[in-house]
Nanobody
Framework: QVQLVESGGGSVQAGGSLRLSCAAS????????MGWFRQNPGKERVGVAV????????YYAGSVKGRFTISQDNAKNTLYLQMNNLKPEDTAMYYC?????????????????WGQGTQVTVSS
């Protein structure tokens, strides 16, 4: 049974930092690419950062490039998202996902497994 469990969300002021973690279990970690998506109520889920678990190929949404860093520890089956210089517009529910990354930008439909989400709130 595939499980993705996120942690690390919270409330910070603009300019602050947070680090999200996603612990994956129930499958061979390198079988899927891993990504972070975010969503606000009434809006679509958008890819923020994605990484190919077999190497260092990454994708970042333009709005987070230079501020967010996606990384992974394959030995621990864990995905991370370091978020620096946070802005109020980064406020969203953040989801970890595992799937087959096939294009730019990454599509929600290509990611088969999802975590329950962790809330990030950035105040001005």
């Amino acid at each position: 049974q595939v499980q993705l469990v996120e942690s690390g969300g919270g409330s910070v002021q603009a300019g602050g930092s947070l680090r999200l973690s996603c612990a994956a279990s129930g499958y061979t970690y390198s079988s899927y690419s891993m990504g972070w998506f975010r969503q606000n109520p009434g809006k679509e889920r958008v890819g923020v950062a994605v990484i190919y678990t077999g190497g260092d190929v990454t994708y970042y949404a333009g709005s987070v490039k230079g501020r967010f860093t996606i990384s992974q520890d394959n030995a621990k089956n864990t995905l991370y998202l370091q978020m620096n210089n946070l802005k109020p517009e980064d406020t969203a529910m953040y989801y970890c996902a595992a799937g087959v990354w096939v294009g730019y930008p990454p599509r929600e439909a290509d990611f088969r497994y999802w975590g329950q989400g962790t809330q990030v709130t950035v105040s001005s």
